[in-house]
């Protein structure tokens, strides 16, 4: 149990330390002379080295030792930082994470740590960097080769392999190797992508395709592919291409996926709990600065009581007082029915005070479980950084809004469709150094990652100032995919011509590019997003650049809904959703093109029946006079829904649909158990508006 207790102790605080190595690195790449950036480094490369010697991790130990020696050369002005020295260090931090990552999913801890040693030896003896680029090969796309393959994918990459395996593809890791005599590597290398590309899709390469083509690879060089083309066929095709030596096929299944997905997820949240761990303990370690030159004996008394203290709480006990607080919420509204019902004094004193203590509970639990957004944005800075270096781009990523709160449940989800928005933004968006010479914007383009708060909701919001949306060629590429028809292309406004790029394997890309997905995965983002109660909007000003705006609820567990009824049957709006309610004659109701629409405020609205869309067995509304009306908004747009009755505003709780309602999934999002014991259905608005 102890040995539990020390090892959870030390991913902890590896976690905390490899956050703050990359965060400081990323610091001294914009101030190299600053020597007090590096004493700090030098410090958590220190404290980490001890950390996992006294672990028994050797790997891990010998690398942040050797980064020590570097280190001290730079703190003690006998070695000047440079770009070799930056590239190889932050090798050193990826490969260190693996290893870290390893041994949170139950591993040893090992890792290829030999040749990122020797570089380090070699630094300090005073090679700093021409012996690499004189080999021909550079030393990073020998170390990402050097990677295992469960550590290439990021969760967006998984997703897609997962999905398209789900959808009848084949998954495949293929490895390639060129003949040793070969003299154009990279027109080889050219010739297999160009079959890969004619029979399916290329999720992943390492070395990236970048490096391939500049021939910054030894021999071999791997992918992870999709495709329906059958194993032996593609096979053929591939070792036909001239001076290739072997090709080695491995299929990709769902267990193996299942397997690095869970690792993954695992290394994630324990990064984010140690984030939020180390923010908390930051007023408790500064306090006692701030009082330290006090002239009373008792001030360090003082400031140590007023200090606030922290503990670590596994994720896991929260949830599980989450689904407890749930349980005696509803008991909470049947208490509440029941006193109205009985009308007796005493009872209803007692439910009322209930009721004030319950929502204080209510905002405590709650509140336990907001995460700041910063725990997901702390890793993109340095992913920038990598994708713009292979992209040989200038990208400043400016962060705003770190501070902003989100329940943990949506934090651990909205990672990933961040990552592939960001990545997006910095393949796609920002243009190269000589187009943004050219066109008089700066050589260093921006990306701003913004979050606030507005109302229930978070807004998350990506903005580059890069070349924009062009609108001709999206039509082009959505008509030429089939996405939509020249006729429908011509009436689209600049809005929805945007949304087009969340359509199933939209890609407007030239060249097959490893940063972004290759246009795979807009949809998978788009889903994301909309699952969790959210939406995503596009704006775009061609030249000028292009935002991505993501709307998310606060919490995922708790909710006020409008509740209403249909005949027997009993149904939930969210509030956030709903503009307004009222009251609706039949004779108000005009058809345009077979469509039903409702004036609404100077604009033109559509009018939707619930009794239709659920198939409500006891009511319908097509023999009403006049009938109650939601007015619900998704984005800009707005609807009318047409509903029997009002019943009244409550809070809820969301409960999962089991697996035998998957048939109503996609208008229903939940369900929750109301006062009198009845169960009512969750409408989602988002899947109500198209």
Do not use: W
């Not at 509970?361 to 270096?389: E, G, T, W, Y």
């Amino acid at each position: 149990m102890e040995m539990n207790q020390y090892m959870s102790m030390f991913i902890d605080e590896s976690n905390d330390h490899l956050q703050a190595l990359n965060e400081n690195m990323l610091r001294l790449e914009q101030q190299p002379e600053d020597i007090g950036i590096v004493q700090i480094i030098f410090r958590s490369a220190h404290t980490l080295k001890g950390m996992s010697a006294t672990m028994g991790f050797e790997d891990l130990a010998s690398l942040t030792h050797e980064m020590e020696n570097v280190l001290d050369l730079v703190r003690n002005e006998k070695l000047s930082m440079n770009g070799h020295i930056f590239d190889t260090l932050f090798k050193c931090l990826d490969a260190l994470e693996a290893m870290v990552q390893d041994i949170i999913g139950g591993g040893t801890g090992k890792g290829e740590v030999d040749e990122l040693v020797e570089r380090l030896k070699g630094i300090v003896k005073g090679d700093t960097g021409a012996a690499a680029s004189a080999s021909g090969t550079s030393a990073p796309a020998k170390a990402a080769a050097a990677l295992p393959a469960s550590l290439v994918l990021d969760q967006y990459q998984l997703s897609i392999l997962a999905q398209s395996i789900e959808g009848g593809h084949t998954a495949y890791f293929i490895e390639v190797r060129v003949r040793e005599d070969c003299l154009l590597k990279a027109a080889r290398a050219y010739m297999v992508f160009d079959v890969l590309e004619r029979n399916g899709e290329v999720v992943k390469s390492y070395p990236s395709v970048q490096e391939i083509e500049q021939e910054q690879f030894d021999r071999g060089f791997s992918v992870y592919y999709i495709t329906q083309t059958a194993e032996q066929t593609l096979h053929e095709q591939l070792s036909r291409v001239s001076e290739i030596e072997s090709v080695t096929l491995n299929a990709v299944d769902k267990a193996s996926l299942q397997e690095m997905e869970d690792n993954l997820r695992a290394s994630e949240q324990s990064a984010s709990a140690a984030k939020e761990a180390a923010s908390a303990k930051a007023p408790a370690t500064q306090a006692p600065a701030a009082d330290k030159g006090a002239a009373r004996p008792a001030a360090p008394a003082a400031s140590g009581n007023a200090a606030p203290r922290t503990i670590r709480v596994d994720i896991e006990r929260l949830d599980t007082l989450m689904n407890l607080f749930s349980e005696m919420l509803i008991d909470r509204v049947r208490l509440e029915q029941l006193a109205f019902e009985i009308r007796r004094n005493d009872l209803t004193e007692t439910v009322e005070h209930m009721a004030r203590v319950s929502a204080d509970l209510q905002n405590i639990v709650l509140k336990l479980r907001m995460v700041p957004v910063d725990s997901v944005f702390n890793r993109f800075p340095r992913m920038v950084r990598d994708l713009a270096k292979s992209l040989d781009k200038k990208v400043d990523l400016v962060v705003v809004g770190a501070e902003t709160e989100l329940d943990r449940t949506v934090i651990d989800e909205i990672g990933d469709p961040l990552v592939h928005l960001i990545r997006n933004s910095v393949d796609h968006g920002v243009e190269s150094i000589a187009d943004r010479v050219a066109l008089g914007k700066p050589e260093t383009g921006t990306v701003v990652l913004r979050a606030f708060h507005s109302g229930n909701h978070v807004f998350i919001e990506i903005e580059d100032d890069g070349k924009g949306i062009n609108r001709p060629k999206v039509l082009e590429t959505a008509i030429k995919r089939g996405v939509v028809t020249p006729e429908e292309a011509k009436t689209l406004s600049d809005e929805e011509v945007n949304m087009l790029l969340f359509a199933p394997g939209f890609s407007t890309a030239d060249k097959v590019s490893d940063i972004s997905g290759r246009g795979v995965g807009l949809d998978v983002v788009k889903s994301k997003i909309t699952s969790l109660g959210g939406n995503v909007t596009v704006l775009s000003t061609l030249g000028q650049g292009t935002k991505f705006s993501i709307q998310l609820p606060l919490t995922l567990s708790i909710i006020a809904a409008m509740l209403i009824k249909q005949g027997s049957e009993k149904y939930a709006f969210p509030l956030s959703s709903i503009v307004e309610t009222g009251s609706l004659k039949r004779s108000d109701i005009r058809t345009l093109h077979g469509n039903r629409m409702i004036d609404y405020r100077q604009s033109i609205i559509p009018v939707i029946s619930l009794a239709q869309l659920i198939d409500s067995p006891d009511y319908r509304d097509d023999d009403e006079i006049e009938t109650e009306m939601l007015v619900i908004r998704k984005g800009d747009k707005l609807a009318a829904v047409l509903v029997d009755e009002f019943i009244g505003q409550s809070e809820i709780v969301l409960k999962p649909l089991g697996k035998y309602l998957t048939g109503v999934k996609g208008v229903v999002s939940g369900a929750t158990i109301l006062g009198d014991g009845q169960v009512a259905l969750i409408v989602d608005p988002n899947a109500i508006i198209k």
